[in-house]
């Protein structure tokens, strides 16, 4: 038996791993160096340190599955720019709520 996909879930896997990459990409440039090269203890700027626990950010086409990584053992924390601490709405969704309720959009208008 096999199971049929639809566009809807191969766009959201897409989408994660996208964003994922996107993630990495991140932390490589923070660390100045790819994910599994060697460094010279002169040079050290902190390592790699897993994932944090995934979580749900909401966005205007539904909740993503994100893994933020952590950097240990710097000096200057490591702060994603894609997905912020604490954030569970993309920046999009938090522009468009107060200009939805401005136009008259409330939830009893359905």
């Known amino acids: 038996m096999y ?19 996107a993630l990495e990409m991140e932390v490589e440039e923070f660390l ?8 010279d203890a002169s040079d050290f ?8 626990k995934e979580r749900t950010v909401s966005t205007a086409v539904g909740g993503l599955e994100v893994r933020v990584p952590p950097v240990a053992d710097n000096a200057e924390p490591f702060r994603s ?7 569970r709405r ?20 359905a």
Request: avoid cysteine.
């Open 3 to 21: 199971r049929r996909f639809h566009w809807k879930d191969i766009l959201e896997v897409r989408r994660k791993r996208m964003i994922q990459a």
């Open 32 to 39: 100045q160096r790819a994910k599994y090269d060697k460094t």
């Open 90 to 109: 993309s920046e999009g969704l938090d522009t468009l709520f107060p200009q939805l309720f401005i136009e008259g959009l409330a939830t009893r208008d």
């Open 81 to 87: 720019h894609l997905v912020k601490p604490y954030k």
């Open 45 to 52: 700027g902190g390592y790699r340190n897993g994932h944090h």
